[in-house]
């Protein structure tokens, strides 16, 4: 029996792409469908790891079809591929692509072992997984689609620096993911010294919410605002037009910040009369009801006179509260265990006017709560210059992927350093504890199509 069961080895069908360069010049490469592109060697047969076994730490990874690289780990020898690495593994139900070259165990439940031909270099062969076109099929199986596409064959010397390259982008975006991280961490820790400690050295004191300096007050949000209110609830839809005053929903609001993508717009007239109940000012705050319930985020000033589907809409008392302390509050580790509790809903949790205005936040002067959001916001503009510089990264990524691995940039004749790039074995052991990133489990992270050619996911 040959390789997945089959009864005679198939025949081969070689064939060729051509593309052209940047230059227009005619490139010529061999291509072969993808099941010619897998070797013909034995796999290796081990049990997977079901989810609820999966430990937060251990002696070896379990790499399933998920999101995460590592989804978590075990210690069970018995189930350890570490034989014929490095291999890509392909998610059947998520399209993900993962390159793997050390001991690995797999994850149960929609995971595939490939490994590629002796024609291939294994690192180029992954990163050409990840420029096929597989449309999703929700949570069907996609191998099916997979077996039914080509992968292009440069020359091998051409593969490694194609690999090369692209290998290096991975790793600086890898290296942005761990910044991004780590910053956010310590946002969490900033946030939780300071809405309990604040910045003045003071005595501690008990209160209904935690310890707060003992000058703090503990006032119900409502007694420090000037109006709570909620957005548009009642077919908000029905007055939806092209373009026109911009309506923030649920997607929009983010810890801290506003996410204008996926906008949607009212009419001015509509947002003038009917809808002026929940027009916005700047400096308003907006609190998600639904999905990430307590979530909070202040108005621009850039968008004054904007409107909102479905947010709790808070307008701060100036002289009581800044609406950006306020609104961090909401966000802390006070705020979020307050609407939490509060949030009620068993397929989606809901957050209504009524618990955002008993929810009791701790009060300092306005001179040290505006020193808080200032001090906060230091934080969140070295988040943001992280995940700009993320997104910049993996643009260059996916644009290079394609015209890479379309020949309309060629390489061949560049000196490259392909040292970087190995197929050898990695002990795992040397990364425990730490993020592994690209260097030796690679997956297939916003995966999409450079300008026009964008999937449809």
């Known amino acids: 029996m040959s390789k997945r069961g089959q009864s005679a080895p198939r025949a081969a069908h070689f064939s060729e792409s051509v593309f052209r360069d940047n230059l227009g010049a005619e490139v010529r490469w061999d291509s072969r469908e993808f099941a010619q592109a897998l070797s013909d060697e034995k796999l290796p047969r081990r049990t997977k790891l079901q989810a609820r076994s999966y430990k937060t730490s251990g002696a070896f ?26 291999y890509v593994v392909f998610g059947d139900h998520t399209r993900n692509f993962k390159y793997v070259n050390c001991p690995f165990v797999l994850g149960a439940d929609g ?18 997984c990840l420029q096929l076109d597989l449309p999703s099929r929700g949570y069907n199986r996609h191998f099916t689609f997979l077996k039914e596409k080509s992968l292009p064959l440069p020359p091998k010397p051409e593969q490694e620096k194609i690999a090369a390259i692209l290998w290096k982008l991975q790793r600086a975006i ?20 300071l809405f309990t400690h604040g910045l003045r050295g003071e005595a ?99 968008y004054e006179g904007a409107n909102c589907i479905d947010l709790v809409v808070v307008r701060p008392d100036l002289d009581l509260a800044l609406p950006e302390y306020l609104s961090r509050f909401f966000n802390s580790h006070l705020g979020r265990s307050q609407t939490t509790a509060s949030s009620y809903g068993l397929a989606q949790q809901h957050l209504n006017v009524g618990a955002v205005k008993r929810t009791l936040i701790g009060l300092p002067g306005l001179d040290e709560q505006r020193e808080i959001a200032t001090a906060l916001a230091s934080v969140d503009r070295k988040l943001t210059h992280h995940q700009r510089k993320r997104a910049a990264l993996n643009d260059l990524f996916q644009t290079l992927l394609h015209k890479l691995m379309t020949a309309e940039i060629r390489v061949a004749d560049l000196d490259i350093d392909t040292s970087e790039v190995t197929d050898q074995f990695v002990d795992p052991n040397e990364l425990v504890g730490q993020d592994a990133g690209p260097a030796w489990v690679r997956r297939s992270t916003d995966r999409k199509k450079p300008s026009t050619r964008r999937r449809n996911r």
């Not at 119900?220 to 026109?244: F, K, L, M, N």
């Open 204 to 302: 501690l004191k008990d209160t209904e919410i935690g310890p707060m300096p003992k000058s703090w007050r503990i006032e119900r949000c409502e007694d420090v605002t000037r109006e709570i209110t909620v957005g548009v609830v009642v077919r908000p839809a029905s007055h939806y037009v092209e373009s026109g005053v911009p309506a923030f929903r649920s997607m929009n609001v983010k810890e801290d910040f506003i996410d204008d993508r996926n906008l949607v717009y009212f009419g001015q007239e509509a947002n003038d009369t009917i809808l002026s109940k929940s027009k916005l000012a700047a400096r308003d705050i907006l609190i998600v009801r639904t999905g990430y319930p307590g979530t909070s985020s202040v108005v621009p000033e850039h």
């Open 111 to 128: 995971t595939q072992l490939l490994k590629p031909s002796n024609e291939f270099c294994a690192s180029f062969f992954y990163f050409a």
């Open 61 to 86: 990874p379990v790499i399933d079809q998920g999101q995460n690289e590592v989804a978590g780990w075990t210690d069970d020898h018995t189930l350890v591929i570490d034989s014929g690495l490095p």
């Open 174 to 193: 890898a290296t942005q993911d761990q910044l991004i991280a780590a910053t956010r961490d310590l946002k969490q820790s900033a946030m939780q010294r």
